[in-house]
């Protein structure tokens, strides 16, 4: 049964591009949330998906988005980068209701130089 | 005041010792409560789930949860180096809400 999968796992980019991270939710799961975690800081929720829709969105500005997919995989996109948004990206799934808890993927390491 | 509250440490305890790590939440209307545990330079990873006032046992592991008092923790029996990591706690308002986590305390379990 494979957990959440994220790709990349690593990955450089020039300050005012633009990053694409993509993640694949456990098996059964049909919710996927983003998380943004700051060397040192706790997870910091960046926005959530259900049935393709963001159902709800932290303090993160619109260069932020996302999507879901019909197959529940969803992508991160995140525009004019910014040194400050170097960070681990976390992705986890989890059934609607949340009441077993999240399962974080592996995480994408962005690093904005 | 920050939502979820924890002391980032690092708390130390030596091999064997029982290990208490405490969290504290300012929505009094937060549902349930989770403590993941976080290697350096990898994903959390679920340890136990909370949900009702009182303890909860799971092997060496046992969270509390008072809600009067909005505070959680979770306690660490025969601690052993491979404990050795931040543990985040979680709070979750109501069913289908985002997760808000707090900044994690480092635990050091010395040989």
């Known amino acids: 049964d494979a957990g959440v999968t994220q790709s990349p796992t690593h990955l450089i980019k020039t300050r005012g591009q633009q990053v694409t991270l993509r993640c694949s939710p456990k098996?059964?799961?049909?919710?996927v949330s983003w998380y943004q975690q700051a060397l040192g800081q706790g997870p910091q929720f960046i926005f959530q998906?259900?049935?393709?829709?963001?159902?709800q969105r932290g303090n993160f500005p619109d260069r932020f988005s996302g999507h879901q997919f019909p197959n529940y995989s969803s992508e991160l996109n995140v525009n004019a980068l910014l040194l400050g948004d170097s960070a681990l990206y976390l992705c986890?799934?989890?059934?609607?209701?949340?009441?077993?808890?999240?399962?974080f993927g592996s995480g994408t390491r962005l690093t904005v130089v | 005041q920050k939502e979820v509250e924890q002391n980032s440490g690092p708390l130390s305890v030596p091999e064997g010792a029982i290990a208490s790590l405490n969290c504290t939440y300012s929505?009094?209307?937060?549902?349930?409560f989770f403590w993941y545990r976080q290697y350096s330079g990898k994903s959390p990873e679920l340890i136990m789930s909370?949900?009702?006032?009182g303890d909860k046992e799971d092997g060496r592991f046992t969270a509390q949860l008072n809600k009067a008092s909005q505070y959680v923790s979770l306690l660490i029996r025969d601690s052993q180096p491979s404990d050795s990591a931040t543990y985040l706690c979680?709070?979750?308002?109501?069913?289908?809400?985002?997760?808000?986590f707090g900044p994690g305390t480092r635990l050091s379990v010395l040989p």
């Open positions: 909370i949900y009702s006032n």
């Open positions: 929505d009094r209307v937060s549902q349930s």
């Open positions: 098996s059964g799961h049909d919710t």
């Open positions: 998906y259900y049935e393709e829709e963001e159902r």
């Open positions: 979680a709070v979750n308002r109501n069913y289908g809400q985002n997760f808000v």
């Open positions: 986890a799934s989890s059934f609607v209701q949340g009441a077993d808890g999240y399962t």
